[in-house]
């Protein structure tokens, strides 16, 4: 079972790092490639085949076109979101209203990790 991380092109680095904790926590971890502003052709088959959706929220995440893109989709995929809150963001778009939010803010990357674990069994998507 997969997790699609969707997230700002600014914030790689740290979403790499939070990527890298959950692999270690042995969860099947998916993102697109990133070349600029554009994502990999194949990003619909990869969020089709998650079983969680997870909106990396950043005011960049915000703004950033894909990330609007993808998370519209998921959305009509009916796919279980939630939002991992990275940084203070002015207003959670729309389509995220539904979702859970695991506050990030100011963690590590195993902390952010664990906080969404914590949240993926609650919700009993893992």
């Known amino acids: 079972m997969t997790v699609f991380i969707s997230y700002a092109n600014v914030d790689g680095e740290l ?3 939070f990527m890298h904790y959950l692999r270690q926590m042995r ?14 052709a194949d990003w619909m088959e990869r969020i089709n085949g998650s079983v969680l959706f997870v909106a990396v929220m950043s005011p960049a995440a915000v703004e950033q076109e894909i990330c609007q893109v993808e ?24 389509e995220l209203a539904e979702a859970a939010v695991v506050d990030a ?11 969404l674990e914590l949240e993926m069994k609650a919700r009993g998507v893992w």
């Open 27 to 40: 969860y099947s971890v998916d993102a697109t490639p990133r070349q600029g502003d554009q994502c990999g």
């Open 71 to 94: 998370r519209a989709y998921a959305q009509q995929q009916a796919l279980p979101m939630v939002v991992v809150l990275l940084k203070a963001v002015p207003q959670m778009p729309a």
């Open 15 to 17: 979403i790499q790092n």
């Open 105 to 115: 803010r100011g963690k590590k990357g195993s902390q952010a990790a664990r906080l």
